[in-house]
T-cell receptor, first 115, second 111 residues
Framework: SAVISQKPSRDICQRGTSLTIQCQVD?????MFWYRQQPGQSLTLIAT?????????ESGFVIDKFPISRPNLTFSTLTVSNMSPEDSSIYLC????????????FGPGTRLTVL | AQSVTQPDIHITVSEGASLELRCNYS??????LFWYVQSPGQGLQLLLK??????LVQGIKGFEAEFKRSQSSFNLRKPSVHWSDAAEYFC?????????FGAGTILRVKS
């Protein structure tokens, strides 16, 4: 499976600011995904990011709030904009892999606290 | 619509005892099913997956799961739990394009 790293691992931010989270993969992958895990909750898909095209957002998530870049096949960023305490969550990126490309592998996550 | 139900929010077992975590799913076609584990402060690690074939699948760390189509279930089992198994376990359905996760089951292991 791919090795996935995320930066930063955690951060504490002030209300109204923005934070960009980086996701780096050690091999080229077609699809990358961004998830949010709110405190005590399960994972919810924010968007799917394919290289060379606009990210596809799930219901309830918008590009203005969560802009995503995918400049190449090994890297993606998620920005959490104009943050509020409700954005305090763990943000995880994942990639598909495995023999059939149907398995998702996850990064270690970025723990964000908004004050 | 796809959905996953993990009926147990918390489970406590004694070290050395057997474990079964329940997962029920709703999916319109033949599902791809996954179990992930999340240790405190960590990301998700894939334990095992089912795509087709043998309905009993083996995973890492001594875990196994059984797919039962008639019951729409994919329960996770381990014959003897170790203290290091204490974590949160997520069942998920879907595939490469989209995963839908259950709410998770927190496993506590008592010595």
């Amino acid at each position: 499976s791919a090795v996935i790293s995320q930066k930063p691992s955690r951060d504490i931010c002030q209300r109204g600011t923005s934070l960009t989270i980086q996701c780096q993969v050690d091999s080229q992958v077609t699809m990358m995904f961004w998830y949010r895990q709110q405190p005590g909750q399960s994972l919810t898909l924010i968007a799917t990011a394919n290289q060379g095209s606009e990210a596809t957002y799930e219901s309830g998530f918008v590009i203005d709030k969560f802009p995503i870049s995918r400049p190449n096949l090994t890297f993606s960023t998620l920005t959490v904009s104009n943050m509020s305490p409700e954005d305090s969550s763990i943000y995880l990126c994942s990639v598909t892999g495995g023999p059939t490309g149907d398995t998702q592998y996850f990064g270690p996550g970025t723990r964000l606290t908004v004050l | 619509a796809q959905s996953v139900t993990q009926p147990d929010i918390h489970i406590t077992v004694s070290e050395g005892a057997s474990l079964e975590l329940r997962c029920n799913y709703s999916y319109g076609a033949t599902p791809y099913l996954f179990w992930y584990v999340q240790s405190p402060g960590q990301g998700l690690q894939l334990l095992l997956k089912y795509f087709s074939g043998d309905t009993l699948v083996q995973g890492i760390k001594g875990f196994e799961a059984e797919f039962k189509r008639s019951q729409s279930s994919f329960n996770l089992r381990k014959p003897s739990v170790h203290w290091s198994d204490a974590a949160e376990y997520f069942c998920a359905v879907g595939g490469g394009n989209k995963l839908v996760f259950g709410a998770g089951t927190i496993l506590r292991v008592k010595s």
